[in-house]
């Protein structure tokens, strides 16, 4: 796994810290160069930030851009949803996550190849509501998502969590539409007609 060196302005030498001042362009520390992700669906206000990436100068604005549909994610990358934005994001090994409003989740740990042996994931979420497809890496190798409470092992299931503000911490696991028809109670038979034949009463002709 890459480390990521940041060095403090003070570090720098005095022709360093002038070169970078009389640059128009900011210094930016390259980011991942392979996506493990990317943002399939926005809604109002949701925010990606890439921690690999630090910008280098003045009057950095404090509120990072806004994600839309088709952006990367990274190894690393922390996602935000505001109080009226949803995400969603599907990951290369086939897993989908939709963020709810007010959500945070940091993609921490991302292992995937095809044809791997020690595929892997950590996720981190510290609040909102969650609902994911687990993919491939729950299916053959080790998918884990943190939580206030407690670390859940995924193991190719449908769940959704909710993290309230106080840290508690709802989980269920739903139902996907191509098996919620094997819980439908199937129709009961018809009820057969009563044999009402033993209280007929018998015509009898006498003078036939």
Do not use: W
């Not at 100068?57 to 949803?86: C, F, H, I, M």
């Not at 609040?127 to 409470?149: L, R, S």
Request: net charge positive; aromatic share 6%.
């Amino acid at each position: 796994m890459a480390t990521y060196v940041v060095l403090a302005l003070t570090n720098f030498s005095p022709s360093v810290v002038r070169a970078q001042t009389d640059s128009a362009k900011p210094a930016v520390a390259s980011t991942p160069s392979k996506p493990i992700g990317k943002v399939t669906a926005v809604t109002g206000s949701v925010t990606i930030e890439h921690v690999g990436a630090v910008v280098v100068q003045a009057n950095v604005s404090n509120e990072p851009d806004r994600a839309k549909t088709g952006d990367p994610v990274y190894l690393g990358d922390v996602v935000l949803t505001g109080a009226d934005g949803r995400v969603g994001i599907n990951f290369t090994d086939g897993t989908s996550f939709n963020l709810s409003s007010n959500a945070r989740m940091a993609l921490d740990h991302y292992v995937y190849e095809p044809e791997g042996k020690a595929n892997a994931t950590l996720f981190s979420l510290a609040k909102g509501t969650f609902t994911f497809v687990a993919g491939n890496v729950a299916k053959t190798g080790d998918m884990k998502v943190d939580t206030p409470v407690a670390t859940l092992g995924i193991r190719g299931t449908t769940p959704h969590i909710e993290i309230s503000d106080d840290g508690s911490v709802k989980f269920s696991t739903l139902i996907e539409e191509g098996k919620s028809k094997l819980l439908k109670k199937p129709r009961a038979a018809a009820a057969a007609e009563p044999d009402r034949s033993r209280n007929r009463r018998l015509n009898i002709c006498r003078g036939c």
